[in-house]
T-cell receptor, first 113, second 111 residues
Framework: EAQVTQNPRYLITVTGKKLTVTCSQN?????MSWYRQDPGLGLRQIYY???????DKGDVPEGYKVSRKEKRNFPLILESPSPNQTSLYFC????????????FGPGTRLTVL | GQSLEQPSEVTAVEGAIVQINCTYQ??????LSWYQQHDGGAPTFLSY????GLEETGRFSSFLSRSDSYGYLLLQELQMKDSASYFC????????????FGQGTTLQVKP
């Protein structure tokens, strides 16, 4: 089954404790993105990647890091999480041909205390 | 700045037709997409318009007018399961992965 997976789905952590949210897709898509969703603010892009070793900042990259060492994986790293990073996070992927249809992962609900 | 405007909430009854509007102001325009998101779930792709006019997919249609920087999603024969949030999104660059999303419209379908 074609899908985007994220782990963990839920995470409660404390300020300053480094964490990584994994994202993996099995559709051989070139493009991958991370979004955060907050009430009233819609989906805001954090980082995106157009291919292996090619990443760029989205609209809200501060406090986040990403890497794209393999085509299928695009982890999101919070080196020193803060309470304002409490949010619902979505990973998404799409291919270079049907670039208008993004496939989203199930989401990761992160709470930073 | 770049922005997309949508109504925050829309309410309609089962069987009715509802239109969700989206106006955009972006540095570039390479297509308007629509996504549906049920409460707590992942957004799922509904439709896409690159050129002016109407695209129909079953009960859902999407329209685009590039000269007016405007589009809408039309939902016909509403069903209770259509209660969800709907987001418009603009691809603002031809060669990057950047999508700009609207804030979303919550549709409530009543019996």
């Amino acid at each position: 089954e074609a899908q985007v997976t994220q782990n963990p789905r839920y995470l409660i952590t404390v300020t300053g404790k480094k964490l990584t949210v994994t994202c993996s897709q099995n559709m051989n898509h070139e493009y991958m993105s991370w979004y955060r969703q907050d009430p009233g603010l819609g989906l805001r892009q954090i980082y995106y990647s157009m291919n292996v070793e090619v990443t760029d900042k989205g609209d809200v990259p501060e406090g986040y890091k990403v890497s794209r060492k393999e085509k299928r994986n695009f982890p999101l790293i919070l080196e020193s999480p803060s309470p304002n990073q409490t949010s619902l996070y979505f990973c998404a992927s799409r291919d270079r041909v049907n670039y208008n249809e993004q496939f989203f992962g199930p989401g990761t609900r992160l709470t930073v205390l | 700045g770049q922005s997309l405007e949508q109504p925050s909430e829309v309410t309609a009854v089962e069987g009715a037709i509802v239109q969700i509007n989206c106006t955009y102001q972006t540095s570039g325009f390479y297509g308007l997409s629509w996504y549906q998101q049920h409460d707590g779930g992942a957004p799922t792709f509904l439709s896409y318009n690159a050129l002016d006019g109407l695209e129909e997919t079953g009960r859902f249609s999407s329209f685009l007018s590039r000269s007016d920087s405007y589009g809408y999603l039309l939902l016909q024969e509403l069903q209770m399961k259509d209660s969800a949030s709907y987001f418009c999104a603009v691809r603002a660059s031809s060669n990057t992965g950047k999508l700009i999303f609207g804030q979303g419209t919550t549709l409530q379908v009543k019996p």
